[in-house]
């Protein structure tokens, strides 16, 4: 929907959840691994999705007096665990299993009750490029030379897939590295400056977006869960709208920005000043060691940045926000795997100007705060396009660091304010009442 259109004034038509949903997920590493063996364990009863709103999460209908709470399952029709289908591209020819075992997430037992299924789940050869990706060596990539040749190879790849499996739809998530930060190109203003680039194999067009032209093509929702520019361009959201099809990103919120979006509210409702903020990040994954590269860095570096300067408004309050550090570190050490510690040190300063701090320190497990929400993601995603919502999903930008939206409009970035739009979309899907926690009904202010 563009921006001035009018609101439905009803729900649309939702298509039945029926049939096979392929996932499509690009990158069968920590991520990739820990959703399709969590998704799997729940399916066999041997797991809890837990951190996941779609499995979990509940909405409320109507006042608060009336008492209506109702499962998100059982309030608009999303796919089952029982119907997804998993198809992987890597650079590493490993199956999940394998993959799994490296990733070090979940223990061996974990993925030894699964084990048989995650031995079903052999990536197909990637659509790699070194030189968006310099710390990833891995001999399982495609031989085509040209882009549009490997446009048509993933097509192939998909079709296959949802031949094989009898799938009625799908939707592709990208769950690979970070990607070099891309310098502007004309190739990114216009699908038909894109399409040109394309035709010539210009470099200014990464493997992410070669992966989301494919997937559009075909008109398979695409969700980009890393920082990688990938979607976020005129050109492919267009080709998106021409191609009616949904599309969401980017860069998947878990821990320290999860962290910062909700204290950096809290600062702000309160009117209370900031002068610093240093987070630093410490891990061992493969994340860890892409963000070695600096141009990998400050692709995540500009995903983080970027939340702070949103919440805070410093043009609104320059008093109070107009001139505060904001420093960001990602430090890869092995030993640590998947566990990463993000380590906040925030300076605030409240009454007549008196300093305080906040220190934060997150021990989390990267790969387990990503899996649901990417489960989330692609199922939403599916019901979005399944219900006729093409383009941007801004309503899912309680899953993103730097969640895009509609030319001309701020993102969103408070993640409470993220979640009630999330629930009031759902809600409006459901043809119930948007809820504005006004409350003024309830008391007799005017009588």
């Not at 695409?222 to 976020?232: G, V």
């Not at 209370?272 to 692709?299: C, H, M």
Request: glycine share 8%; aromatic share 10%; proline share 7%.
């Amino acid at each position: 929907m563009s921006p001035g259109e009018q609101v439905p004034p009803g729900p649309p038509e939702i298509v039945p959840a029926e049939g096979r949903l392929a996932v499509f997920c690009v990158g069968l590493g920590a991520v990739g691994t820990t959703l399709i063996a969590g998704v799997e364990s729940i399916r066999v009863g041997s797991g809890q999705p837990i951190g996941s709103l779609s499995q979990l999460g509940t909405v409320r209908l109507g006042r608060r007096d009336e008492q209506r709470v109702a499962r998100i399952g059982d309030l608009v029709p999303l796919a089952s665990l029982d119907q997804l289908d998993f198809c992987a591209w890597d650079p590493f020819p490993d199956d999940a299993f394998v993959a799994a075992s490296r990733a070090g997430v979940l223990d061996q037992p974990s993925i030894e009750r699964v084990g048989a299924f995650l031995r079903t789940v052999r990536p197909l050869p990637a659509v790699f490029d070194p030189a968006y990706v310099t710390q990833v060596h891995g001999p399982n990539t495609r031989a085509e030379e040209s882009h549009r040749q490997r446009v048509e190879a993933i097509r192939a790849d998909m079709m296959t897939f949802l031949e094989d499996k009898s799938s009625a739809r799908g939707v592709m998530v990208w769950c690979g590295s970070t990607e070099a930060l891309l310098a502007d190109h004309e190739a990114y203003h216009s699908l038909e400056a894109f399409e040109e680039a394309l035709e010539r194999s210009d470099r200014a067009i990464a493997p992410s977006m070669l992966y989301a032209y494919a997937a559009l093509g075909l008109g398979i929702p695409y969700i980009n869960c890393s920082p990688n520019l990938s979607i976020d361009t005129p050109a492919l959201t267009q080709y998106a709208a021409e191609h009616a099809v949904a599309i969401a990103g980017k860069d998947l919120k878990t821990g320290q920005t999860m962290v910062k979006t909700v204290l950096a509210p809290m600062i702000k409702a309160r009117l209370l000043g900031l002068s610093g903020w240093y987070s630093t990040n410490i891990l061992g994954n493969r994340d860890g060691e892409v963000l070695q590269d600096p141009d990998s860095f400050k692709a995540k570096e500009q995903s983080k940045l970027g939340v702070l300067e949103g919440i805070m408004q410093p043009e609104l309050y320059p008093e109070l926000y107009g001139d505060f550090e904001h420093q960001v570190s990602i430090n890869y050490y092995p030993p640590r795997g998947d566990n990463k510690e993000g380590w906040d040190n925030i300076d605030i300063f409240g009454w007549l100007g008196y300093p305080m701090q906040l220190k934060v320190n997150f021990l989390c497990r990267d790969s387990i705060l990503a899996a649901p929400l990417v489960l989330d993601l692609l199922l939403f995603t599916d019901l979005a396009q399944r219900a006729g919502m093409h383009g941007i999903q801004e309503w899912l930008s309680f899953y993103f660091k730097s969640p895009q939206c509609a030319s001309g409009v701020y993102p969103e970035h408070d993640l409470f304010i993220q979640l009630t739009k999330l629930k009031n979309t759902l809600r409006f899907l459901a043809g119930e009442e948007p809820i504005t926690h006004l409350g003024i009904e309830y008391y007799d202010y005017f009588s």
